[in-house]
């Protein structure tokens, strides 16, 4: 699937099947904020298209899925290098699912995010 946004900051899927993702982003200066370190929408947008991308092979044909909330924390500011953002399916009810995911910067941790989607089929526009 297309993902414009996705394109804009450069992240790539590595790994998408049902219930399991793999994204990684390689740090570029367009990534950091004034103090020369990942801006948190940087590892943020990793963790919410993460997830999107766990869900999306268990969909109905028909079906989308939207965010509903994610809590994120940071633990550690990264400068340079490569960030893998690894989610999971927790939980995937019929209306709603429940993910969790995890950025890393090779070993270290350095931000954890769980989430709730929506999964539902569009209105017609009109």
């Known amino acids: 699937m297309h993902h414009p946004f996705a394109d804009l900051i450069d992240l790539k899927?590595?790994?998408q099947r049902a219930g399991h993702s793999?994204?990684?982003?390689?740090?570029?200066?367009q990534h950091l904020n004034p103090h020369g370190v990942v801006h948190g929408a940087v590892v943020f947008a990793?963790?919410?298209?993460?997830?999107?991308?766990?869900?999306?092979?268990?969909?109905?044909?028909?079906q989308i899925c939207a965010t509903i909330d994610i809590a994120i924390s940071y633990f550690r500011p990264v400068r340079a290098g490569?960030?893998?953002?690894?989610?999971?399916?927790v939980n995937r009810g019929r209306t709603v699912a429940h993910?969790?995911?995890?950025v890393?910067?090779?070993?270290?941790?350095?931000?954890?995010?769980?989430?709730?989607?929506?999964?539902?089929?569009?209105?017609e526009a009109g």
């Open 22 to 29: 793999q994204l990684s982003l390689t740090l570029a200066p």
């Open 46 to 62: 990793l963790a919410d298209t993460g997830m999107g991308s766990a869900l999306y092979p268990t969909l109905e044909p028909g």
């Open 13 to 15: 899927v590595e790994v």
């Open 104 to 123: 890393l910067a090779g070993e270290q941790l350095v931000a954890s995010a769980t989430g709730n989607y929506a999964i539902f089929v569009p209105r």
């Open 82 to 89: 490569r960030l893998v953002c690894l989610t999971e399916v």
């Open 99 to 102: 993910l969790s995911s995890r």
